[in-house]
């Protein structure tokens, strides 16, 4: 069964960097796409941030490109996203997500962790 589990979120000012971390559990997830999406409230989720499998070749929304940095940890099933010079239009709700590498669809997703900026 697979789980994902995200931590790290809280409130911050603005200016401000927290880091989630998102750990996997389930099956080997070193040649799967993990990535980063979030939801502010009365908006549709949206992409932030994936990193690929082997090569650890990332890619980034435009509105966080130069802030944010997805990384991973393959020994320990463990996904990163280190977030600097928050804003307040960061706030929303965090999920980390993953998918095969030959696969279309996000198939699996964490429960989500809160991330606040405040002005």
């Known amino acids: 069964q697979v789980q994902l589990v995200e931590s790290g979120g809280g409130l911050v000012q603005a200016g401000g960097s927290l880091r989630l971390s998102c750990a996997a559990s389930?099956?080997?997830?070193?040649?799967?796409?993990m990535g980063w999406f979030r939801q502010a409230p009365g908006k549709e989720r949206e992409f932030v941030a994936h990193?690929?499998?082997?090569?650890?070749?990332?890619h980034y929304a435009d509105s966080v490109k130069g802030r944010f940095t997805i990384s991973r940890d393959n020994a320990k099933n463990t996904v990163y996203l280190q977030m600097n010079s928050l804003q307040p239009e960061d706030t929303a709700v965090y999920y980390c997500?993953?998918?095969?590498?030959?696969?279309?669809?996000?198939?699996?997703w964490g429960q989500g962790t809160q991330v606040t900026v405040s002005s």
């Open positions: 997500a993953t998918k095969q590498a030959s696969g279309a669809i996000w198939d699996y």
């Open positions: 990193i690929t499998g082997f090569f650890g070749i990332t």
């Open positions: 389930g099956r080997t997830f070193s040649r799967d796409y």
